[in-house]
């Protein structure tokens, strides 16, 4: 952990800032001792657009129905997920809204260990590029306990490309956002090797 190379470090940032408390919620289990249940959710729909099969200019042309939401209470983890996913995917890339609206449902821990909204979105696009070309998103079956949830997701870019991630949601206490839930952390799925896709 000592070494101060710049990519060294850079990495570990990005570890730190897209996990922010993964950590506790990666668990098997809760404080509370709840049972773990599973739920299925249908894919995130295919936005419309105008463009060309493959061009970047998708996200730039789709009207995001995901524009300007915030967390409320009343949004399961899946949703919240489904969300993010969604504004992401249609990202304007000229206003970034598709990535202001995700770090509107990001929680404040997970806020904190990144910073600013402008180091967001330059880990976004920078790190987890796929979520912004993301062609087709499958979810995997959620695993929710008590007050934390893990949704698998795994997305095919425009280009054939496709990267697995894992969503990590904890329902909130004691901040303004209590009882919501919020993003903790995204981190790429491991592999059968162990390896981080």
């Not at 959710?41 to 936005?47: F, I, K």
């Not at 260990?113 to 995997?140: C, H, K, M, N």
């Not at 949704?151 to 909130?172: A, N």
Request: glycine letters at 10%.
């Amino acid at each position: 952990m000592a070494d101060a190379r710049p990519g060294a470090v850079a990495a570990l940032v990005v570890l730190v800032a897209l996990a922010g408390c993964a950590g506790l919620v990666g668990q098997d289990g809760d404080a509370s001792g709840g049972a773990a249940t599973t739920e299925t959710l249908t894919p995130v729909p295919v936005p419309e657009t105008d463009s060309a099969p493959g061009a970047r200019s998708r996200q730039a042309t789709t009207p995001s129905r995901y524009q300007a939401l915030g967390p409320t209470c009343e949004r399961p983890p899946e949703l919240v997920v489904a969300v993010q996913l969604g504004a992401l995917r249609a990202n304007d890339p000229r206003t970034n809204e598709g990535i202001n609206t995700t770090w509107q449902f990001a929680a404040p821990s997970n806020r904190n260990a990144i910073g600013s909204y402008g180091r967001f979105v330059t880990i976004i696009t920078e790190q987890y590029q796929p979520l912004l070309d993301a062609e087709t998103v499958t979810l995997g079956p959620l695993q929710r306990l008590t007050t934390t949830a893990r949704q698998p997701v795994t997305v095919t870019t425009v280009m054939g490309e496709t990267q697995s991630y894992v969503w990590y949601l904890e329902k909130q206490t004691g901040n303004p956002y209590d009882g919501c839930w919020m993003t903790t952390g995204v981190r790429g799925a491991l592999d059968d090797m162990g390896n981080r896709s």
